[in-house]
């Protein structure tokens, strides 16, 4: 020991003694009822020897060691109290005052020597996904009386990529401290580093904890804690388990224990830990960095007075941003850090959430194949539809929309769309691993139709085509098939005297037989009754021939193949102003088209058409005026009066564009005005 603390030891012995003397009046608490009397002499800026004299230390007493003397804090200013009265109790008052001095007093009898304050070694994890190297980790005292921020603040800069900071806090006055994270992250959602900094705060009490963890809960729920203690006189600990509370509410999340944000971890393993990953994912979503940062701050101002969200736009934005995201790839990419274990089951947390903002439930085993629409106003997927497939939602096709899911439980299943695709009126879809596809309509037909007995005539849904059962399965009909047992009658021709008398000496010009070109691929063969080929050169020919026997079939690599048969087109107009429509005597494995000619187009953009039924048997249609319309590519040009004003003649099409199959065989027996067709029993 050298001279000078001899000295200083000599003389606190000495004002020790002294003390003992007179009662004490020094004051343990700036509520102590025995506080000292203040003197009139105000010191000078004693601030380096005693530290400020802040509102939290208004009352207290200090030695300053440099004069041997008692100094009061008291409105901002320490003043020089006078000497305390004896007491032989002082060294007993003195070590009373745990909370303004030292605890222990020597057994010499020298007296206190400075505040007691709190120095700890504080450690944590800043968490969003964890901050990088270089994040920026400060911790400030906040006062106890009024929890503002003092000067009192330590900082570090992290030294890797785990989140993980150290801070050696010393001489704290106050218990209460702000933790403040500020720098970039590994971002949980992307898998990626975070192109923007984020700042995220936490606030503890350190008297009975040594870690402090900073998140966004700990962040959302700063400014509510602050509002309950300051405006509302809670307790801190009281404002703390309210506000964490609170900000999990708003998630629709309940904690499982009566949990501090602080003490939780996104690779924690608890229920607890599971939540606060959910908010951390959901907060975030897949907008871009700079969102979350205002989100949270929005979410933390909007909570801070009544504890409730009540900007329901963010709820929404929220749901909006996770919706539909593979919550596997965030396990993966948090598992590829390499700093957990394992990772808590967060997934339930977030599918609950946006299901629930969008007001379609969870996606379970009972509702596979189930296609629900969001009808929240709010969301900018309002309208959508999604289907639930293995206990997942996912976004339903357009096509979905129209025939409904196509998932496991309803794999190969087929169905018809209404609407078509490529310009088609009909088309038959069947479900396939990749979703609904369009098939060929004799697939179709072939899954559809079921076969009891051989000869049993069926009909396609979509196509129309006519099917003879054999073998149990559908065929296609040859002209075998088609039932021309009975007689029949037309005034245009039928076989016999009663022929309809044109202009033209009484038959109405040569009938042309299809010659195939490039642009139109076709085969065809005409046929007798007997089974032998013939060519049809006039209406006398096919009077003759009794009827004409045709098969088809279509180039499937041509765009638009199609084969027409008829009389020729090079006259003149015909009167058929007395006719209602046109008779046909026929029978068909495949629709086709009755088509009328103009005389006042060469391009026969203005001819019109009527579809016509399949039929096995031999039948007789009538089909008025009113049943033919235009096709879609020739326009408006001319309505159907217009055309058969300049009726010139007729044919008789099949072409896949009027729903003909690919290849078919069909029979005409008679033709003419409509009513001038009948079957002779």
């Not at 901050?131 to 503002?148: A, C, W």
């Not at 690779?267 to 907060?283: E, H, I, K, M, P």
């Not at 106003?377 to 025939?403: D, T």
């Not at 069909?666 to 009513?675: E, L, R, S």
């Amino acid at each position: 020991m050298n001279f000078v603390n001899k000295n200083r030891s000599l003389f606190l012995f000495g004002l020790l003694i002294a003390l003992m003397a007179v009662p004490t009046m020094i004051s343990c608490s700036e509520n102590d009822p025995q506080s000292a009397n203040l003197g009139d002499s105000v010191i000078g800026d004693l601030t380096e020897g005693l530290g400020k004299c802040t509102d939290s230390r208004e009352g207290k007493v200090e030695f300053y060691e440099a004069d041997s003397s008692f100094y009061k804090c008291h409105n901002g200013k320490w003043l020089l109290t006078e000497m305390p009265e004896s007491s032989s109790s002082v060294q007993e008052t003195l070590k009373s005052c745990s909370s303004v001095y030292d605890s222990s007093i020597s057994s010499s009898g020298v007296g206190p020597s400075k505040v007691q304050t709190i120095s700890k070694k504080i450690s944590g994890v800043s968490q969003k996904g964890p901050f990088l190297t270089g994040t920026t980790v400060t911790l400030y005292e906040m006062d106890s009386s009024s929890f503002e921020q003092t000067k009192n603040s330590f900082f570090v800069k992290l030294e890797n990529d785990k989140g993980e900071f150290e801070i050696n806090a010393k001489d704290l006055s106050s218990q209460y401290v702000t933790i403040i994270a500020d720098g970039f992250f590994n971002n949980e959602v992307s898998g990626k580093k975070s192109l923007s900094r984020i700042q995220l705060y936490a606030i503890s009490d350190l008297t009975n904890r040594n870690t402090i963890n900073v998140n966004v809960l700990t962040h959302m729920e700063y400014e509510r804690i602050l509002f309950l203690v300051k405006k509302q006189g809670k307790s801190f600990e009281e404002a703390k388990v309210q506000a964490e509370k609170e900000v999990l509410s708003i998630f629709d999340i309940e904690a499982a224990t009566e949990l501090s944000a602080e003490d939780l971890s996104i690779g924690g393993t608890t229920q607890d830990d599971a939540a606060l990953l959910a908010v951390s994912v959901l907060t975030l979503g897949t907008d871009m960095e700079s969102s979350f940062s205002e989100r949270i701050s929005k979410i933390a101002f909007d909570i801070r007075e009544d504890g409730v969200l009540n900007d329901e736009q963010i709820k929404m934005d929220i749901a909006d941003g996770i919706a539909l995201y593979d919550l596997t790839s965030v396990r993966e990419n948090i598992m590829n850090w390499k700093l957990f274990t394992s990772v808590a089951d967060f997934e339930t947390i977030v599918e609950g959430y946006w299901t629930k903002a969008y007001e379609i439930g969870l996606c379970s085993a009972e509702r596979d194949a189930e296609i629900v629409e969001n009808k929240n106003e709010l969301s900018r997927n309002n309208g959508q539809f999604y289907v639930c497939e293995n206990e997942k939602w996912r976004s339903a096709a357009a096509v979905e929309q129209l025939l409904g899911s196509c998932s496991n439980k309803n794999l190969n299943a087929v169905s018809v769309m209404e609407k078509g695709v490529d310009g088609e009126l009909r088309t038959p879809m069947q479900c396939k691993s990749s979703g609904w596809e369009k098939i060929d309509v004799k697939l179709y037909d072939e899954l559809t139709i079921d076969c009891e007995n051989d000869g049993e005539v069926k009909v396609g849904e979509v196509s129309g085509k006519l099917y003879v059962c054999k073998g149990g399965k559908i065929d296609a009909p040859t002209l075998n098939d088609l039932v021309i047992t009975e007689g029949y009658s037309g005034n245009l021709w039928d076989g016999s005297d009663n022929l309809w008398m044109g202009p033209y000496e009484g038959y109405w010009g040569d009938w042309y037989t299809p010659i195939p070109s490039n642009d139109r691929g076709f085969k065809s063969n005409f046929f007798n009754e007997n089974g032998k080929v013939v060519e049809i050169i006039s209406e006398k020919a096919i009077s003759q021939e009794n009827g004409i026997r045709l098969t088809y079939e279509l180039d499937s690599s041509v765009a638009d193949p199609w084969i027409s048969l008829g009389p020729g087109r090079e006259y003149e107009q015909i009167d058929v102003s007395e006719w209602e429509g046109i008779c046909l005597a026929y029978a068909s494995s495949t629709p086709f088209s009755l088509t009328l000619h103009s005389a006042n187009d060469s391009e026969y953009v203005n001819d019109v058409f009527a579809v016509i039924p399949a039929s096995i048997a031999l039948t007789v249609i009538d089909v008025p005026w009113k049943a033919f319309h235009r096709p879609d590519w020739a326009g408006d040009k001319e309505n159907v009066m217009e055309v058969v004003q300049f009726f010139q003649g007729f044919a008789l099409e099949f072409r896949r564009s009027f729903g003909s199959n690919e290849s078919g065989v069909f029979f005409i027996g008679a033709m003419g005005k409509q009513f001038g067709c009948s079957i002779k029993k």
